[in-house]
């Protein structure tokens, strides 16, 4: 097992010079936050014209120069580029002598730990994974969005505090996740945002086909509110016509739906289906009502209109 040699912290720069290898949405943001808190942002590594178009916005006046350009010119490293990219990414910059005894290798994937840097590591670098749990835009309003957000910190036990102090220096609030619960941790974080978005979309198209013209609008408060309520007090948060055990509700739901928009009932019954098994563990669906409710629910996974709950309130 590879054993990590911190040199001693006083007798590093107090300011340290900052590489960008991949500039995606994420890296040309850290970057910026790092150059608020001091940091010199002296590389970048950019390969398609959005990319250095978002570089040059972000950073700039900051050169674009090939991925070993900016390890030889920096001493903190950001490597921020797609998660299945990044282990190739780590072990060629290895292999072809790039990477620097003492330098700072900073990736941002959720999915990896420190490991992930293992080829790096017995280079000489000092390994950190820092995942900012928030989704960029690749604009500006990131470096605003990144403060108090929260980060997935995972490094050897001996960088633990500088990778937190990287963190809080950036604006974010450091959360240590050891190295085998990386990859529930980011699951659950996909799990929330990511599908989110997708729900949040579905639910806007059906209502644009009910005739709603300002969607948006009408969801913003609606979905704030849910959000809030369930931060404050999860399961308890639940309301509905799942929730209060509405079959009929429901099953007209799922017969418009195959009629409207047919490519989303397999989520519907999912999610629904989730939701009931949490309402009646947490007691908020009556168990009187829960039978006729995943009756609908079976019936509409099987193609039918589940017409057979007729206890809810429409």
């Not at 150059?35 to 014209?49: F, Q």
């Not at 941002?108 to 960029?136: I, K, Q």
């Not at 408060?221 to 055990?245: E, F, H, M």
Request: with cysteine; net charge negative; glycine share 12%.
């Amino acid at each position: 097992m590879s054993t990590v040699h911190q040199p001693d912290l006083k007798d590093r720069p107090a300011r340290l010079t900052v590489g960008v290898v991949g500039a995606g949405r994420v890296g040309p943001a850290l970057a910026a936050c790092l150059k608020l808190a001091g940091h010199r942002p002296v590389a970048v590594s950019a390969v398609s014209d959005a990319s250095r178009r978002r570089a040059e916005t972000m950073l700039p006046g900051v050169p674009l120069v090939p991925p070993a350009e900016v390890l030889q010119r920096a001493d903190l490293v950001l490597l921020t580029v797609p998660d299945d990219a990044l282990p190739g990414l780590v072990a060629g910059l290895a292999e072809t002598g790039a990477v620097r005894p003492g330098q700072l290798l900073v990736h941002t994937s959720g999915r990896y730990g420190a490991g992930v840097l293992d080829p790096a590591l017995r280079a000489g670098a000092l390994p950190l994974a820092l995942h900012p749990a928030m989704t960029f835009t690749g604009t500006p309003v990131d470096v605003q969005r990144l403060a108090g957000c929260s980060f997935g910190v995972t490094a050897p036990e001996e960088l633990r505090l500088a990778a937190e102090a990287l963190v809080i220096e950036m604006g974010g609030e450091p959360e240590w996740i050891s190295e085998e619960n990386r990859p529930l941790y980011h699951a659950a974080l996909a799990l929330g945002a990511n599908h989110l978005v997708t729900l949040v979309a579905q639910s806007m198209e059906l209502l644009r086909t009910a005739g709603v013209t300002a969607p948006d609008r009408m969801l913003g408060p609606l979905l704030g509110a849910a959000l809030d309520n369930a931060l404050r007090s999860g399961d308890l948060a639940l309301t509905g016509p799942v929730a209060r055990g509405d079959a009929g509700t429901v099953a007209a739901h799922v017969t418009e739906l195959r009629k409207h928009a047919p490519q989303t009932v397999a989520g519907y019954l999912a999610m629904a289906r989730a939701t009931a098994d949490r309402a009646l563990a947490h007691g908020l669906l009556k168990p009187e009502l829960a039978e006729d409710l995943l009756g609908v629910l079976a019936d509409g996974s099987n193609g039918t209109n589940g017409n057979n709950g007729t206890k809810g309130n429409a």
